[in-house]
């Protein structure tokens, strides 16, 4: 199973690059929103630097043409950005009009397995279903994931389930069981499944024990030295 970082923080992707789980980025327009500094497509473009993964570049129009005109755009900055279009009539159209360019899709913003059959369809690299919001508005955001991966399954389609608008580690365990082939998460679930309480408090009892064992270990040594030190000698010795 893939794993992406749903972020447009340079320093959060540099980071998980480090930690060799990084196969790729998400970003859209509300994560871009969050950095300051330099423009859309200068983010982009460092991203792509610090992966050759995909990496996902959303765009905002919401007609074919302006679709069409941002996406081309956006594949021209690297090998390995993706573009993003919205689940949509137009965004369909899009979707199969960058297919027949060679331009790799992933359809954002998908809340049912139909209308992630559709972008499939259309030619979409990714499909992105919600699992969050729909949890949000009270319902099962993966049964989504689920019909999905059985649907791509079982008619061999040729995309990907990327499970997104993921919230907490338990998401992540539900996606990748239900046979998501990627998974976008921000940096701060990241950081969570990779800690545990009982870890976390075991990393501290060991550093702790082996402070001891080696306080007790000089207190002993030096102890022998003074008995050594205070012992008569043989005579002859
Ligand atoms: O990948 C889509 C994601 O950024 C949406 O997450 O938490 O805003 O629903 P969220």
Request: a negative charge.
């Given at each position: ?10 320093s959060?992707?540099r980071k998980v690059a480090k930690w060799g789980v990084l ?146 580690p ?17 940096f701060k679930?990241l950081q969570q499944m990779a800690h545990h309480p009982l870890t976390d408090s075991g990393i501290k009892q060991f550093r702790t024990d082996w402070e001891k064992a080696r306080v007790a270990l000089d207190t002993q040594k030096g102890s022998d030295k003074a008995k050594a030190a205070a012992a008569p000698t043989k005579p002859g010795a």
């Open positions: 199973m893939k794993i992406f970082l749903d972020t447009a923080d340079i959060e992707i196969d790729g980025v998400t970003t859209n327009p509300t994560l871009f929103a969050k950095t300051s500094g330099s423009s859309y497509e200068e983010v982009l473009k460092e991203i792509c630097t610090i992966t050759s993964g995909p990496v996902s570049a959303e765009v905002v129009a919401e007609d074919v043409e302006g679709m069409l005109r941002e996406g081309r755009a956006f594949a021209k900055l690297a090998p390995n950005i993706v573009v993003k279009v919205p689940m949509s009539e137009e965004g369909l159209e899009a979707i199969a009009t960058f297919a027949d360019e060679g331009i790799k899709t992933n359809c954002t913003l998908i809340f049912t397995a139909n209308q992630g059959l559709l972008a499939a369809k259309a030619g979409a690299s990714l499909l992105s279903p919600f699992v969050g919001r729909l949890d949000d508005i009270n319902q099962d955001g993966m049964i989504v994931i689920r019909e999905l991966v059985d649907i791509v399954t079982i008619h061999d389609l040729e995309t990907e389930v990327l499970a997104a608008s993921i919230r907490n338990l998401h992540m365990t539900q996606a990748a069981l239900a046979g998501a082939h990627v998974a976008t998460l921000p679930v």
